[in-house]
């Protein structure tokens, strides 16, 4: 498996030699990413294994210990923190709104990295925050507090609030988490739109195998701090790697709405009827 897709180009942020944890303990050691560039990159792999702490890392909120995670080719930690926002958007796995946020308020606070002493609040920011909000589907929701909203609603007010800040790179953690199925393929075709139609580079962390192969272009396998492959969905996803990164037996089919696969795991119930030739009783 190559590290880019066929046809795709090194992105904007790369990680290089990369080495995370948190005091004593190591999560993530020598690690080498490159992002595609206007593409989206799912990362998945078995729970503990440094998805979401490269994540971190990619968004500037974990220092590393060791490596250097790259901005347009400069250390990301070195660059004004104005800068970053106004470059890189990032939704951690459950973000919390202050009780009370209305909708409006937070989609506007996408627009605090684009202010300064000489450039105040302006009719322009109105006009991106109600474009934000529309684009999104929540602007008859702009006078609802935040913490009032459904699972499905408050992450399209979020997704509106890192479209309002105007980043070219986007990353998020686990933004199907608590959502039913319904309001996460909603979620995760809102994202394909500001892909698509935005322009918009995406990396999500994504624990839905099925979902992951049919909305991303490029995915990483993860498993134990360390990238274990790479590539297009129907590359990266096979048997034999859902059973070494996962502990999964499990059997992988053409997703037949997509050019993805689908993961359709096994179990010990149906290992017997998964192991014989016609699929069938033995």
Request: hydrophobic share 45%.
């Amino acid at each position: 498996m190559t590290a880019l897709a066929d046809g795709a180009r090194a992105g904007r942020l790369v990680a290089r030699d990369l080495t995370l944890g948190y005091g004593d303990r190591v999560v993530v050691e020598h690690l080498d990413l490159d992002v595609v560039d206007r593409g989206i990159t799912a990362v998945i792999g078995p729970n503990g294994c440094g998805k979401s702490t490269l994540l971190r890392a990619l968004g500037r909120l974990l220092r590393p210990q060791g490596g250097e995670v790259l901005l347009d080719g400069r250390r990301i930690d070195r660059l004004p923190t104005r800068e970053v926002a106004r470059t890189l958007g990032m939704l951690p796995q459950t973000p919390v709104a202050p009780e009370g946020l209305t909708v409006a308020d937070l989609v506007a606070r996408g627009r605090h990295p684009h202010q300064a002493w000489f450039r105040q609040w302006s009719r322009d920011d109105e006009a991106v925050v109600a474009e934000a909000m529309t684009w999104t589907g929540v602007l008859d929701l702009a006078d609802r507090p935040v913490d009032a909203l459904s699972g499905g609603q408050r992450q399209r007010a979020w997704i509106a609030m890192a479209l309002a800040q105007g980043t070219d790179l986007l990353l998020l953690d686990e933004p199907t988490t608590h959502l039913d199925l319904a309001h996460a393929v909603d979620v995760l075709d809102l994202v394909d739109q500001l892909h698509h139609d935005r322009g918009r580079t995406v990396v999500m962390v994504l624990h839905d195998l099925s979902l992951a192969a049919r909305y991303a272009d490029h995915l990483v396998a993860m498993r134990d701090g360390r990238i274990v492959a790479q590539g297009p969905p129907r590359e990266v996803i096979t048997p034999e790697l859902l059973s070494e990164v996962f502990g999964l037996s499990a059997a992988v089919l053409p997703d037949p709405v997509s050019d993805g696969v689908l993961v359709v795991p096994i179990g010990t119930r149906h290992s017997r009827w998964a192991a014989t030739p016609s699929g069938g009783a033995p």
